[in-house]
């Protein structure tokens, strides 16, 4: 029996611990700010070097390098430059960020302004996605609390480095969470993401600025590096996958919830029965999806062969699978967000991805027509194999369909609204079929007006 | 018309509304980015936004009325009619519904009295379907107005809904 996978919390080491409250008090009673008063006398070129070292690779869902994407900061134009801290959280089956907002507020402005000073920022802005009304006055409070003590504001620890962090709530749109379309919605406006290029936030973001855009679990990261290190940071987890991730489960597992381990420490079979506790009495597993509801999903009885990125052959079960962003892609879905849905064989995949479409149907932003009428018509086919008159020709549309939308669109929501669809239906094609035969044969034309046929 | 004017000039905001309002335009180098920020408190305050909401907003911030309409008719926090005095949103997405949400709501539409995007005959409540609300793990996961409520299974659906109903207000 393989040994259950030990967690390693760097970024949750105190969250839910006794007596462990969210206030500053409590915080610096931790250590807490002994990061940010040593970053702040040293050298913010220095600084973003030991944040390319460590190889801290961004938690949002693309895992981009953070320390590239400082890099690409437009340095020479003499604006102003700004950091958002995405705090969007929408991505179906993630919920980490909310749990470091609620329970280690300080954590996370600690991260920033440690992140602010690195790269010279005028003003920081947390955009909070608008269904955390709570989350967003806990960070205010503490805020507050933090200007008293000198780490938020002006000169900040007695030195003549000052800068503000405010906290911008969004208002229930899943496109905030898409870094150009955020910095839209922050500019006032309807959140239509920016055709890159040129708007590049790095270059042009927010107010035409420099900006740099990271998610909260990234930023709380940059605390922890300049702690140990860049070159300490980088012998956590993998070379190329470094540091801790947080895992968000969900669905049907004994016990979901959230967990952090050393990238790629453990596989996804271990995450499911060692840690999570395994499926419900009496079902087995039929499917996951490893990063977020945009991540393909994967199924349980199929192998995954291939080569890795280090040219190495591989040859895994789903259980396999270590869970880090390059096996994750190699395997043909992606770490993503961090957010594991894990479903039994009570499942009905054609229900899954009908909900899954009704999803991003509802939240595509509508610029791009493949996006816009592409998302719709994937809800309206599966929501007619599910209740209304499909035609067994519907497989087939509904994957020509999402086909047609990746590639072509002004953002990456295109392939997010497209990778449900792809994968279920490759991966479950006979389920798919066997449920238009099905609903074809209950809706015969006798019980259902002759028109119905007709779109 | 005369409607619309009549209501303009009865549109007005507490001063506390108002001092928050004057503060939270400070925070941006651009007036236009506090339109969310603006759009927030007046509907906590008014429960929903009016047109000469909008207007007011916009006259506010040296807008048109259309950049804010636009934003209302977006972001679907917003409401043009004002809702239930408690306002219910229950997560519909894939992880809670993996556990069971559609019956929570179902369960709170029977005991509360109301529709799916309706309101309840009294005017005390009105349910809505919300996309994932970042509780994915302790689901079915719902709002009632900015509380979060986890794990909530058809049971303790209805025992929420008996609870809301002895808040009552007369
Ligand atoms: C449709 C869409 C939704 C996204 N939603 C989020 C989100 O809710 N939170 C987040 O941090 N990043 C989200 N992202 C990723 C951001 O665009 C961006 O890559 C991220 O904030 C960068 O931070 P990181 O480098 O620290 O990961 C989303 C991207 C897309 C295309
Ligand atoms: S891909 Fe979709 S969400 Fe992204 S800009 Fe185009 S329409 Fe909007
Ligand atoms: S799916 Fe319901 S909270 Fe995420």
Not at chain 1, 107 to 123: D, H, K, N, P, R
Not at chain 2, 137 to 146: F, N, R
Request: aromatic share 8%.
């Amino acid at each position: 029996m393989a040994t259950t996978p030990q967690e390693k919390r760097i970024i949750l080491k105190n969250i839910d611990q006794d007596g462990y409250t969210r206030d500053i008090d409590c915080y610096l009673a931790n250590g807490g700010y002994e990061v940010l008063k040593q970053t702040v006398t040293k050298n913010p070129a220095d600084l973003c070097k030991e944040i390319e070292t460590s190889g801290l690779r961004g938690r949002g869902g693309a895992g981009f390098p953070c320390g590239m994407k400082w890099k690409f900061l437009d340095r020479k134009s003499g604006k102003p430059i700004y950091l958002i801290c995405n705090a969007d959280e929408s991505e179906p089956g993630t919920f980490k960020d909310r749990q470091i907002i609620h329970k280690d507020p300080h954590q996370l402005i600690e991260g920033m302004m440690c992140s602010t000073f690195a790269i010279q920022a005028a003003c920081a802005y947390i955009y909070i996605r608008g269904e955390f009304p709570e989350g967003a006055k806990i960070l205010e409070e503490a805020i507050e609390e933090a200007r008293k003590k000198n780490f938020v504001g002006k000169n900040i620890c007695g030195t003549k480095y000052s800068c503000e962090i405010y906290v911008h709530r969004g208002a229930g749109a899943y496109i905030c969470g898409e870094e150009t379309g955020l910095i839209e919605s922050l500019e006032g406006k309807r959140a239509y993401p920016r055709i890159k290029p040129p708007f590049f936030p790095a270059v042009l973001g927010l107010y035409q600025c420099p900006t740099a855009v990271n998610n909260v679990e990234t930023l709380c990261n940059v605390k922890h590096v300049f702690d140990m290190g860049g070159e300490e940071y980088a012998k956590i987890g993998k070379p190329g996958n470094t540091g801790t991730r947080i895992l968000c489960v969900s669905g049907h597992v004994k016990k979901p919830g959230y967990y952090e381990f050393e990238v790629g420490s453990l596989t996804l079979g271990q995450l499911i029965y060692d840690v999570c506790g395994g499926l419900p009495d009496g079902r087995k597993l039929k499917a996951v999806i490893p990063g977020g509801s945009s991540a393909k999903v994967l199924r349980a009885d199929e192998r995954y062969t291939g080569k890795t990125k280090g040219g190495e052959e591989f040859d895994w079960s789903l259980e396999d699978i270590p869970l880090d962003f390059d096996s994750l892609m190699a395997a043909g879905s992606m770490a993503g967000s961090g957010g594991v849905i894990v479903m039994d064989d009570t499942t009905d995949m054609v229900e899954a991805l009908g909900n899954i479409n009704a999803f991003y149907a509802h939240e595509s932003c509508g610029q791009c027509t493949p996006c816009r009428e592409g998302s719709l018509w994937m809800k309206k086919i599966t929501t007619r194999m599910l209740e209304g008159q499909p035609r067994l020709e519907d497989v087939d549309l509904l994957k020509s369909v999402a086909d047609q939308i990746a590639g072509r669109t002004i953002c990456a929501f295109g392939e997010a609204c497209a990778w449900p669809t792809q994968s279920f239906v490759l991966k479950f094609r006979d389920e798919f079929i066997a449920k238009a035969e099905k609903q074809i044969n209950e809706n015969a034309p006798s019980s259902q007006p002759a028109i119905a046929g007709k779109e | 018309m005369s409607d619309t004017q009549t209501e303009t000039e009865e549109f007005s905001l507490s001063s506390e509304t108002l001092a928050k309002i004057d503060e939270v335009i400070t925070h941006y180098p651009e007036k236009r980015s506090a339109t969310l920020p603006l759009l927030h408190l007046v509907q906590e305050e008014k429960g929903y936004i009016s047109r000469p909401a909008m207007e007011w907003i916009a006259d506010k911030l040296g807008l048109t009325p259309i950049n804010v309409y636009e934003l209302v008719t977006f972001y679907p926090m917003f409401r043009e009619k004002p809702v239930g005095r408690r306002h219910v949103r229950v997560c519909r997405t894939l992880s809670c519904a993996l556990v069971g949400s559609h019956k929570t709501c179902k369960v709170l539409q029977d005991k509360l009295g109301c529709e799916l995007d309706g309101v309840s005959e009294d005017g005390e409540f009105s349910i809505e379907y919300a996309e994932c609300l970042a509780g994915c793990g302790t689901g079915p996961v719902l709002m009632v107005d900015d509380d979060f409520y986890e794990n909530i299974d058809e049971a303790k659906a209805a025992e929420l809904a008996e609870r809301l109903k002895t808040e009552k207000k007369d």
